[in-house]
Structures are given as C-alpha cells and as structure tokens.
C-alpha cells in the first residue's frame, strides 16, 4: 500500500517500519507522506492500541532527511518541505493512542526529530543519535530545537545543537533522550514487552493520560492539575473504569474492551 514503509499489526500492537534501507532510511517526501499514511490508517484501526516505529535493515533507524532530496531546494522549497516533516511529526506526536520508537541504529537529524515526536524511545547499544544540521549549513528542521530541550534540558540540547555532536546509547540514556538500552538482538523483543504491557492496561485511561501529560506541559501546575480532575473523572463514564476497580476487589485480572 505504501511506497517507503510497511504496516503491520498483530494482537493489537501495530508496526510501522521506514523501509529504504539502502540509504539508511533517510526521509525524501514520499517516505514523510507515507508515515503521515500509516499513522493515519493506526490512529482509525479499532484493532490497534500500540504503534512501534522501527527502521528497515540492521544499521539506521533513520539517518536523517535526504539530503540529495534537499540539496538544490531553494528557500521556498525547503520551508514547505519542513512544515511537511513538522506536520507529520506532529500528527506521531498527538495521534490518541502510544507511539514508541525501537531505534535500531543511526537515529540523526529528522532520524531523532522523528523519535523524539514519539512518546518514548527505547534502543540498542550501537545506536548513535545527534542532531548534526549545523554541519550543513542549517538547522534542524522537523522541530528538532523544540523537543530536544523539552526532553534533554536547554543548556544539554543546545550543545547538541551547537555543536552537532553524535553521542552513543548510553550517553543518550544518560541525558534522558532514551528510557532504555538493549543489545541489538534483544530490541524488538524488549519493545514489544513494553508495548504488550501498555496495551494490557485500560485504554481509555492510557489515553487519557496522554493527553493530560501532553497539554499539561503547555500550561501552569493549577491549570495542569485542574486538567487532570477533569479527565480522572471521564474515566468514571467508562467501561473500563468500572471493569478495572470490579476485578481489583474480585481479585482477578480486568477484561478491558477500550471503552
């Protein structure tokens, strides 16, 4: 169905992999427009609590955008092109449902931009992750200024940026761009755990909390904590809800139905 990725869902976690691993997954156009697609086709997929984003072949999550796409952009060309990647990045960003990135690999430039959209990041020991525009001239383009100090701290990001530094996996743990490392063989594995055990909880409270962490860090603590009284009582006009705390008390596993 999709030019430059695959889609794929099985017991209700779905997997989208960027599939041009000839040139490390590097995003062009098409590859953004059918991300967009793909993350679109989750978002409507009943069947489908948990999306996984992975990249094609055993060297690079994503490496970055393309640069021989890029590279004879005039300033018109290049400000349509980010506001594309921006859109889609968004749309991984605040689609209802959990987004996690299995990096496998070079994570650079729109390669991080992309993850960092994601609700986590989890990778292998080999991974290497930076955002390195500077070095050609420019900046990051995919709201790489805008999350990596949301994430990692200003002081922490804007050496990043500055500088363009690649850091390895563990250097990335450190600073909190990652929650986890694996070895290369266990990776998929190990997301697909966390994946299993997200989908496993109520899934109108998992939504629910994020879009409370999301538009909570938009705001003060008051209208933060007013947000999230309002939506732990939405849970009240759930199924979920009632299932969850009836098979705490039977002392029994809840049946969530994800309404």
């Known amino acids: 169905m999709f030019e430059n990725v695959l889609l794929e869902t099985k017991d209700r976690i779905a997997t989208l992999t960027v599939n041009r691993p000839k040139v490390l997954n590097a995003l062009n156009q098409q590859t953004l427009l059918d991300i967009k697609g793909a993350v679109e086709q989750f978002r409507d997929n009943e069947e489908a609590d948990v999306l996984i984003i992975t990249g094609a072949g055993e060297k690079s999550f994503i490496a970055g955008a393309d640069i021989a796409f890029m590279v004879e952009m005039n300033s018109l060309e290049a400000r349509s092109f980010a506001q594309l990647g921006a859109d889609v990045f968004r749309l991984i960003e605040t689609v209802s449902k959990p987004v996690i990135a299995a990096v496998n ?30 070095g050609l001239g420019v900046i990051p383009g995919f709201g790489g200024t805008q999350r990596l100090p949301r994430l990692v701290g200003l002081g922490m ?15 990335a743990l450190r600073i909190g761009l990652v929650n986890a490392v694996t070895s290369p063989e266990d990776l998929m594995d190990e997301v697909m755990k966390v994946a299993q055990k997200v989908a496993a909880q109520g899934q109108v409270a998992v939504r629910l909390c994020k879009d409370a962490v999301h538009e909570g860090m938009q705001t003060d603590i008051d209208r933060g904590m007013a947000l999230e009284s309002n939506m732990f009582g939405l849970c009240f006009a759930s199924e979920d809800q009632t299932e969850g705390m009836k098979a705490f008390v039977e002392k029994r596993k809840a049946q969530f139905k994800g309404n």
Do not use: N, W
């Not at 994601?118 to 080999?126: A, G, S, Y």
């Not at 990001?157 to 250097?171: F, V």
């Open 105 to 134: 690999g070079f994570c650079l430039g729109g390669g991080c931009e992309l993850a960092m959209a994601c609700d986590f990041r989890i990778c292998h020991e080999k991974s290497k992750f930076g955002q390195p525009e500077v």
């Open 157 to 171: 990001a804007k050496q990043l940026l500055y500088t363009g530094e690649i850091i390895g996996a563990q250097e």
